[in-house]
């Protein structure tokens, strides 16, 4: 819990709904209608990292 509480007071447009519900939604935790939705790591990677630097930088 307390985890979250640091995130929260670091956004800058913190929305309690918004951000628990994307929160939840992204772990894998929340409602999802559609179900067996998992977070694809590889996929989010070369859509958002082609070089690895973000990868490489928080390892």
Known sequence: MLCYIYFQKQLLNYDVASNWGNWQYLGGVGADPR??????????????????????TWQ
């Open 35 to 56: 179900g067996l939705r998992q977070f694809n790591l590889q996929k989010q990677s070369q859509q958002y990292d082609l070089d690895g630097q973000f990868v490489e």
